[in-house]
C-alpha cells in the first residue's frame, strides 16, 4: 500500500521516490518467488507422499498439513485412482506397486505387529501376528512393507 502511495506520487512529480519504489517492487517480486517455490517444493512432497504410504496419510503427517494441502492431497489420489482404473484391462493396473524392480517374485517378511488375516491371490488366508516370518509374494506384500507392518528379511 505505501508502494502504491509513492507510485501516485511519482507520477505527481516527485522524482526522488522512482529507485524506492523499484526497489520495493523488486523486493515484492522477490519474497513472491520465494514463496512460490516453496508451495511447488510443498506439493513435490505431498505428492510424494501419496506414492510411499498410499491412499490414507498417518494422522502424524496430516496433523502438519493445512486443509487446503489435505484437499490437494485428496483430489490427486482420486485422480490417480482414475487413471490407474483407466489402464490395464478390468481390474486397473497398480502404479504403486514395484516401485523398484524386484529381484524375485515372492520375498521372506517378519511381522512387525498384529495385524490380523491377510489374503493372497490364490485364496489362502495368512495370520500376521507380531515376530511372525512369512514368505510371500512381493507385490503383496509391498505396501505393508511401506506402512511398517512388515519388514523384509534379507538374507
Given at each position: 500500500e505505501r508502494n502504491q502511495a509513492d507510485v501516485s506520487e511519482a507520477k505527481s512529480g516527485r522524482t526522488d521516490l522512482i529507485f524506492l519504489v523499484r526497489f520495493r517492487h523488486c523486493c515484492l517480486l522477490r519474497n513472491q518467488r520465494c514463496i512460490l517455490a516453496y508451495l511447488y517444493d510443498r506439493l513435490l512432497r505431498i505428492r510424494a507422499l501419496r506414492w510411499e504410504y498410499g491412499s490414507v496419510l498417518p494422522n502424524t503427517i496430516q496433523?502438519?498439513?493445512?486443509?487446503?494441502?489435505?484437499?490437494?492431497?485428496?483430489?490427486?489420489?482420486?485422480?490417480?485412482?482414475?487413471?490407474?482404473?483407466?489402464?490395464?484391462?478390468?481390474?486397473?493396473?497398480?502404479?504403486?506397486?514395484d516401485i523398484k524392480p524386484p529381484k524375485s517374485l515372492y520375498i521372506e517378511v517378519r511381522c512387525l505387529r498384529d495385524y490380523g488375516e491377510f489374503e493372497i491371490d490364490d485364496g489362502t488366508t495368512i495370520l500376521l501376528k507380531k515376530n511372525s516370518q512369512h514368505f510371500l509374494p512381493r507385490w503383496k506384500c509391498e505396501q505393508l512393507i511401506r506402512q511398517g507392518v512388515l519388514e523384509h528379511i534379507l538374507s
Open positions: 496433523f502438519h498439513m493445512s486443509a487446503e494441502e489435505v484437499e490437494w492431497f485428496n483430489r490427486y489420489k482420486k485422480s490417480l485412482a482414475t487413471y490407474m482404473r483407466s489402464v490395464g484391462g478390468e481390474e486397473g493396473l497398480d502404479l504403486t506397486q
